[in-house]
């Protein structure tokens, strides 16, 4: 039977940004509410296997309502942009779905579901309308259900004639009164003063309608028949206005909203775009971006390759023809390269290509093969040579002289593509088909090294493909004037990091283990203490028995409702903390639970048994801004806003006895980019003057005498001055500093009305931006904008706000960068033993022994300050200890 899904976007997208925390992809897109439309999507298609489907949008503001009511959705606030700049990205989502969308000038969403629902109904089909606003239940029939979008849109509750009856007593056509006599806030519509949705149901129980209340009104009593005497027009306007026209002018669309599944040529490459990895494993879609295309296009198969496997015996003849070797290709598994195996190596000259096995490398015969992986003077290049440096550590073999990294430079020269596999960029170059390596040794559970025929060519492949790219790229370089960029930072740093995550930092097990217990005392105390505030035991990690201990029983207010019960996730106990101490004791108890999993167990898991250490692995081409990421594990993102989570730090110590760790961070150095940047005097003043640039900047936008800023002044100062770094809107600051949007808005002027050389930088960059296309960094980092000069509003506004902001963070990310290769100069120079272990965002962290701590102490600033010449000084602030809490 023919079924017809009809979903109401504006109404879905609105929830699912609301709902799903904040997500970005690599370009630094907001995509969290497309993300949540999309799972809605994909679980609705899997469960209701639709054979059409149509999502509707409102085409604009004004609409027919607006002809007799122009207050009609006037009390609505503007969009966020970090939600405006989705409808362009769930538009093209939606296009490669093959999922028609509709819209129509003068008439909303709503209508337009209402008539094609109707039409469908008319004709005996099936329809589900997906919607959140209750108001959609007028639509059910016999055919027609709605369901309603709960938990955000994870969850939603169907409706057919018999729910409403149940759940309001009411028929589908009496949803309309309802909202008559009761109004809608969100929609601006008035209703009858004093009339809920208590005593709206039970006037229509008893007399059915909004014309038969307003017209039997002698029957009822006091301040509510004066109420609805006195705004009967306004009972009669509302129902007019909730009620949805179902007769829109629209052309025959049934066949146009056919619907056969999902094509993964077509969808695949947008999922990509989004960084939707968990989806595309959900949908088995492959990850490279030839998705069926070797078979469709004979022309992509792979060219005709000879490989020589080499034996022991080989390897006398291979020895003579080492140093005509160009290309080096190790293909490793797993996806920390501390615990990678080896499976084969690929050794390129201009016409041949040698294959060594895993077990021929780590042989007695292999020395000569060993031996030119060490040699520094044989250059190495290849792709991921980070990775293949670490994966050689760990098997014992030393590797030197990379000359040049293909997967560096294709982030140098696009950082917001996000295909940067070999298959990914010889698709990029056009060059011969590359097949993805989850083709060749499949995935996941299925994985599987193929035999040694399949993998060497497959390897060849890959060393061939590398071989092509190479001269592409370095020309691409030469061209952005990027070389500096890539043979004086990016490849000397991917050395320095390499050096860094194989020495490692000590964790001191047994004080993290004590660590432990303290935080389990601590979590076993508190529990107790929520018991006794609450009056009873009840398990606190379920949301449904602490939202009836917390609503029911303590009788808080309740902020948010879910399909089972009530909310009690962050934002809403955060929100419930003044009225009830067991709110706070709560909020301790998910932060020390987390603290105790995350941090203590976590850790724990990661020390690797024959160095006592931690590794972390550092990836150079993540960030579209330049910074750096830490995984495997995560020492960027340990929590030091609690005394609790600072805590942790104390288990990172020195590995030899006697030693120190010593700490180094820069002060400020994204509003140092940015008063250099835009010339700003009155920012340059600060600094130059080494005031404090939160109070400085609130006595200049209060206008008040630095001394008369207070606490309130000087956070509301620091928010605006970050988020201006972040490209933040009025939507975020709001959020941030808890007040309206219109406060913060008017903030961000006025902070624009006192720092008016950022306003005129803001403004120059963007109409660079649309010149070039692009925007850089002081060191030239680049980063394309192809959306700048997009028709599109929410598009073009999101490609503005990174031009503006990603010359600051760009910049202090390379500044970082070139204090850590100064560094590691000045330590040769020096001949000193201390070590360089960590980077923390604007943070450097050494261990020094005693004797060179006094030096250290002073060469760790001076180096980190003159990593780069700006018009305000550079400020690194250095301190140490016993462990890293105490350098700190």
Same mark, same amino acid.
């Given at each position: 039977m023919e079924k017809l899904i009809l979903?109401?976007?504006?109404?879905?997208?609105?929830?699912?940004?609301?709902?799903?925390?904040?997500?970005t992809n690599s370009s630094g897109m907001h995509t969290n509410a497309v993300y949540g439309f999309t799972n809605m999507l994909l679980r609705l298609i899997q469960e209701e296997q639709p054979t059409h489907m149509m999502v509707a949008f409102d085409a604009g503001k004004e609409t027919f309502r607006h002809e007799g009511y122009q207050e009609y959705k006037g009390g609505r606030e503007k969009t966020p942009p970090e939600l405006s700049e989705q409808f362009p990205l769930l538009k093209e989502l939606l296009d490669s779905f093959g999922i028609t969308r509709f819209e129509l000038k003068g008439y909303e969403a709503d209508d337009i579901i209402g008539t094609v629902s109707r039409q469908a109904d008319e004709s005996g089909r099936q329809v589900i309308v997906v919607t959140g606003d209750k108001d959609m239940l007028q639509l059910v029939s016999d055919n027609v259900k709605v369901s309603l979008t709960r938990k955000g849109v994870s969850e939603v509750e169907p409706y057919?004639?018999?729910?409403?009856?149940?759940?309001?007593?009411?028929?589908?056509?009496?949803?309309?009164?309802?909202?008559?006599?009761?109004?809608?806030?969100?929609?601006?519509?008035?209703?009858?003063?004093?009339?809920?949705?208590?005593?709206?149901?039970?006037?229509?129980?008893?007399?059915?309608?909004?014309?038969?209340?307003?017209?039997?009104t002698d029957e009822l009593k006091g301040k509510q028949k004066e109420n609805?005497?006195?705004?009967?027009?306004?009972?009669?306007?509302?129902?007019?206005?909730?009620?949805?026209?179902?007769?829109? !002018?629209?052309?025959?669309?049934?066949?146009?909203?056919?619907?056969?599944?999902?094509?993964?040529?077509?969808?695949?490459?947008?999922?990509?775009?989004?960084?939707?990895?968990?989806?595309?494993?959900?949908?088995?879609?492959?990850?490279?971006?030839?998705?069926?295309?070797?078979?469709?296009?004979p022309a992509h198969e792979a060219e005709p390759i000879h490989v020589t496997v080499v034996d022991e015996a080989?390897?006398?003849?291979?020895?003579?023809?080492?140093?005509?070797?160009?290309?080096?290709?190790?293909?490793?598994?797993?996806?920390? !390269?501390?615990?990678?195996?080896?499976?084969?190596?690929?050794?390129?000259?201009?016409?041949?290509?040698?294959?060594?096995?895993?077990?021929?490398?780590?042989?007695?015969?292999?020395?000569?093969?060993?031996?030119?992986?060490?040699?520094?003077?044989?250059?190495?290049k290849g792709y991921d040579l980070h990775r293949i440096d670490l994966a050689l550590h760990w098997q014992g073999i030393v590797f030197e002289g990379a000359?040049?990294?293909?997967?560096?430079?294709?982030?140098?020269?696009?950082?917001?593509?996000?295909?940067?596999?070999?298959?990914?960029?010889?698709?990029?170059?056009?060059?011969?088909?590359?097949?993805?390596?989850?083709?060749?040794?499949?995935?996941?559970?299925?994985?599987?090294?193929?035999?040694?025929?399949?993998?060497?060519?497959h390897l060849a492949h890959k060393a061939a493909?590398?071989?092509?790219?190479?001269?592409?790229?370095?020309?691409?370089?030469?061209?952005?004037?990027?070389?500096?960029?890539?043979?004086?930072?990016?490849?000397?740093?991917?050395?320095?990091?390499?050096?860094?995550?194989?020495?490692?930092?000590?964790?001191?097990?047994?004080?993290?283990?004590?660590?432990?217990?303290?935080?389990?005392?601590?979590?076993?105390?508190?529990?107790?203490?929520?018991?006794e505030l609450a009056g009873m035991e009840f398990n606190i990690n379920s949301p449904k028995q602490l939202g009836e201990i917390l609503f029911d029983k303590l009788g808080l207010p309740v902020i948010k409702k879910t399909k089972t019960g009530y909310s009690t996730d962050a934002e809403v106990l955060e929100k419930l903390a003044p009225y009830h101490d067991i709110v706070q004791s709560i909020l301790e108890y998910r932060q020390l639970a987390k603290l105790q999993s995350t941090y203590v167990e976590g850790l724990l898991k990661e020390i690797r048994p024959e160095t006592g250490k931690v590794h972390t692995y550092y990836r150079q081409t993540i960030a579209a801004t330049g910074r750096l990421s830490s995984q495997y594990p995560n020492l960027q993102n340990i929590p030091i806003r609690m005394e609790e989570g600072r805590k942790i730090r104390k288990v990172f110590v020195p590995s030899e006895p006697g030693w120190h760790i010593l700490a180094a961070d820069y002060s400020q150095i994204e509003l140092r980019v940015l008063a250099d940047i835009s010339g700003d005097e009155r920012l340059k003043e600060a600094f130059v003057n080494d005031m404090d640039i939160h109070t400085k900047t609130a006595s200049d936008v209060f206008g008040v005498p630095p001394e008369q800023v207070d606490s309130n002044m000087r956070r509301s100062a620091k928010a605006v001055n970050f988020g201006i770094v972040y490209g933040i809107s009025d939507y975020g600051l709001s959020q941030n500093l808890n007040i309206t949007r219109k406060e913060a808005a008017k903030f961000i002027d006025q902070y624009f009305e006192v720092f008016q050389g950022v306003r005129k930088y803001m403004d120059d960059i963007v109409k660079e931006a649309k010149r070039d296309g692009y925007v850089t960094t002081l060191l030239e980092r680049r980063r394309y904008l192809p959306e700048i000069n997009a028709s599109n509003f929410n598009l073009r506004s999101f490609a503005e706000r990174t031009a503006m902001n990603t010359p600051i963070q760009g910049t202090a990310a390379d500044i970082i960068k070139l204090a850590m290769v100064l560094m590691n100069d000045v330590l040769r120079e020096h001949g000193l033993k201390s070590r360089m272990l960590l980077q923390v965002h604007d943070e450097l962290v050494f261990e020094v022994p005693e004797d060179e701590l006094e030096l250290m102490?002073?060469?760790?600033?001076?180096?980190?300050?003159?990593?780069?010449?700006?018009?305000?000084?550079?400020?690194?602030?250095?301190s140490s200890g016993l462990n890293w809490y105490e350098a700190k």
């Open positions: 979903i109401d976007g504006n109404s879905i997208i609105y929830r699912a940004f609301f709902a799903m925390p904040p997500l057919g004639v018999q729910e409403i009856q149940e759940r309001y007593g009411l028929t589908p056509a009496q949803i309309v009164d309802l909202k008559g006599l009761m109004g809608d806030t969100s929609d601006n519509i008035p209703g009858v003063p004093g009339i809920g949705e208590k005593t709206a149901l039970k006037l229509l129980h008893q007399f059915g309608s909004v014309e038969e209340v307003l017209a039997r609805l005497i006195n705004h009967a027009e306004d009972a009669r306007m509302s129902k007019r206005l909730a009620t949805i026209f179902r007769e829109v !002018p629209l052309e025959h669309l049934w066949d146009d909203m056919a619907f056969s599944g999902l094509e993964e040529e077509k969808a695949a490459p947008m999922l990509r775009k989004l960084e939707f990895k968990s989806l595309i494993e959900r949908l088995s879609f492959t990850a490279g971006p030839n998705t069926g295309e070797k078979n469709a296009n080989g390897i006398d003849s291979l020895k003579g023809k080492l140093g005509e070797i160009e290309v080096l290709h190790v293909e490793t598994n797993g996806d920390n !390269p501390h615990h990678a195996d080896i499976i084969g190596l690929i050794l390129s000259s201009k016409d041949s290509h040698y294959y060594i096995s895993s077990e021929l490398l780590k042989h007695p015969a292999g020395e000569p093969v060993r031996q030119w992986l060490a040699d520094a003077k044989a250059p190495k000359a040049f990294d293909i997967q560096l430079a294709a982030y140098l020269l696009d950082p917001t593509e996000n295909n940067q596999t070999l298959s990914g960029l010889a698709s990029k170059y056009e060059l011969s088909f590359l097949a993805p390596d989850d083709e060749v040794f499949g995935k996941g559970a299925k994985y599987k090294v193929p035999d040694t025929g399949v993998l060497s060519l493909a590398a071989q092509k790219i190479i001269p592409l790229q370095e020309q691409e370089l030469e061209k952005n004037e990027m070389n500096r960029l890539f043979f004086e930072l990016e490849m000397p740093l991917s050395r320095i990091l390499a050096d860094m995550e194989k020495q490692g930092i000590a964790v001191n097990r047994e004080d993290l283990q004590e660590l432990g217990k303290e935080f389990e005392t601590q979590i076993r105390r508190l529990v107790q203490h929520i018991y102490t002073k060469l760790v600033p001076e180096t980190m300050e003159r990593a780069l010449s700006l018009s305000v000084p550079l400020k690194a602030e250095v």
